[in-house]
C-alpha cells in the first residue's frame, strides 16, 4: 500500500511528467543536431590557378583594357599587374599608357594612370619609366 500510494501522488505525477518532457525535448534537440551535422554539405576549397606567362603574353590590348573594366577586383588588379610588367619592359606599352593620360575620357585616364601607378611601385619599374619619362 505504501508504493501504490506514493506512485499516486499528484507530486509524483507531476514531477514525472516533467522530467519525461525534458527527456523528450533534450532528446529530440540531439537526433535534430546530429541528423543536420550529417546533412551539412561542406563547401569544397577552389583550386589555385595561376596565369601562365605564355598565356599572359598571349593578351592584346584590346583584351587588357576590357579585363581593366571587369567588375570583379581581382581580375582589375591581376590585369593592371600585366599592363605594369609589359610597361616595365615593352616602350609602346608605356607610349600607350602616356597616351592614355592625355585623352579626355576619364574612365580611360584613370585606367592609365593606374597602371602607371601599379609601375611606379615596382622599383626596377619605376627605374625604368623614370628613364623612360627623362628621355
Not at 554539405?41 to 583594357?65: G, M, R
Not at 574612365?107 to 625604368?128: C, K, N, P, W, Y
Given at each position: 500500500m ?14 514525472s ?13 540531439a537526433i ?16 589555385t590557378q595561376?596565369?601562365t606567362?605564355a ?5 592584346k590590348l584590346s ?8 567588375y570583379?577586383?581581382s581580375?582589375?588588379?591581376t ?9 616595365v619592359?615593352?616602350n609602346?606599352a608605356?607610349?600607350h599608357l602616356l ?15 593606374r597602371a602607371i ?7 626596377m ?8 619619362f627623362?628621355r
Amino acid at each position: 500500500m505504501g508504493f501504490f500510494s506514493f506512485m499516486r501522488d499528484e507530486r509524483f505525477v507531476a514531477v514525472s511528467f516533467g522530467i519525461a518532457t525534458v527527456s523528450c525535448i533534450a532528446a529530440m534537440r540531439a537526433i535534430l543536431l546530429h541528423s543536420r551535422d550529417k546533412a551539412e554539405i561542406q563547401p569544397t576549397q577552389p583550386k589555385t590557378q595561376y596565369i601562365t606567362q605564355a598565356t599572359e603574353d598571349s593578351l592584346k590590348l584590346s583584351t587588357l583594357n576590357t579585363l581593366l573594366q571587369h567588375y570583379n577586383f581581382s581580375i582589375r588588379d591581376t590585369t593592371l599587374r600585366i599592363v605594369a610588367g609589359r610597361a616595365v619592359n615593352d616602350n609602346s606599352a608605356i607610349d600607350h599608357l602616356l597616351w592614355g593620360i592625355t585623352r579626355e575620357d576619364y574612365e580611360e585616364r584613370m585606367q592609365s594612370l593606374r597602371a602607371i601607378t601599379f609601375a611606379l611601385e615596382d622599383s626596377m619599374g619605376f627605374v625604368h619609366v623614370f628613364l623612360l619619362f627623362i628621355r
